[in-house]
């Protein structure tokens, strides 16, 4: 994608986040900024003895995983918030080969996030595609009731998105808005990048705090596993609990060159029955 094909109102010098994510799977719909910021992260990545596109694969194997043994399992709605730009084996298309019917919402607050995903979807009255602000759970929900049904079971996913939000705080705010959300047989679906302690190269991360700090999110942080468990107070976490996304629930588990010292923590919480 060149920078003239940007869609009005986006400026291709301002790398995003999801075209980058986009660029670490091997995806055509970004714009040169974005590749140079996606290459700088690779690089340090690569310098660190880390690898930034199997960490993209990790995430993006644990979401197909987690989805489609949730609509095994029985959940028929799924709310996929910063569901990023298509790619291959999208939410609704995994859980709609499982249980026709299901009904998928996805939120996303990238203009062209939006149009591709309009698109995908034109033909498909089961799933539809609402822009939303994560800074903002509560108008997403509301914008998400009219297609979901919130007092039966939903699916929460929210992957690799909590680390573009530098303040705890405001992370655990977010989270307990969405869990609030859940009713019995609800589900909160979560990944977050993170790095070992052992293994953290402060010099490096702040050399890719600064790339972050250049692109429309503006910053990136990692937390470390027990910050992520405590996302799910009050559910139960499914086995094997907070885990790097590669370990998972993957029936057929491959030695994952350059995840050693870090990549993606990955975990699903159930909201349990009222006693």
Do not use: C
Request: no cysteine; glycine share 8%.
């Amino acid at each position: 994608m060149t920078d003239e094909l940007a869609p009005h109102g986006i400026d291709p010098t301002i790398p995003s986040v999801a075209r980058m994510y986009d660029y670490y799977l091997g995806g055509k719909d970004n714009f040169p900024a974005d590749r140079e910021a996606a290459e700088a992260i690779i690089k340090l990545a690569r310098e660190s003895g880390s690898d930034v596109r199997e960490m993209a694969l990790a995430n993006r194997g644990f979401l197909i995983r987690a989805v489609r043994q949730l609509a095994e399992s029985g959940v028929r709605q799924f709310l996929d918030i910063g569901t990023g730009l298509p790619t291959q084996d999208n939410v609704h298309q995994v859980v709609q080969r499982v249980a026709p019917g299901s009904k998928v919402v996805y939120v996303d607050n990238d203009p062209i996030v939006l149009v591709h995903a309009q698109a995908l979807l034109a033909d498909n009255s089961d799933t539809v595609v609402i822009e939303g602000d994560l800074h903002n759970p509560a108008a997403i929900l509301k914008a998400a009731a009219p297609h979901l049904d919130f007092d039966q079971p939903v699916a929460i996913v929210v992957a690799a998105v909590f680390h573009f939000f530098p303040d705890d705080d405001e992370v655990s705010s977010i989270v307990a808005t969405l869990r609030n959300a859940l009713v019995p047989g609800g589900h909160l679906v979560i990944t977050h990048s993170y790095v070992e302690p052992e293994a953290g190269e402060p010099d490096k991360m702040d050399e890719a705090r600064g790339v972050y700090s250049r692109s429309a999110s503006g910053s990136v942080a990692w937390r470390d596993r027990e910050t992520v468990r405590g996302y799910f107070e009050g559910l139960e976490l499914l086995e094997p609990g907070i885990v790097p996304a590669q370990d998972w629930r993957n029936d057929d588990p491959y030695p994952v060159p350059g995840l050693a010292i870090g990549g993606v923590l990955a975990g699903v919480g159930r909201k349990p029955e009222t006693t």
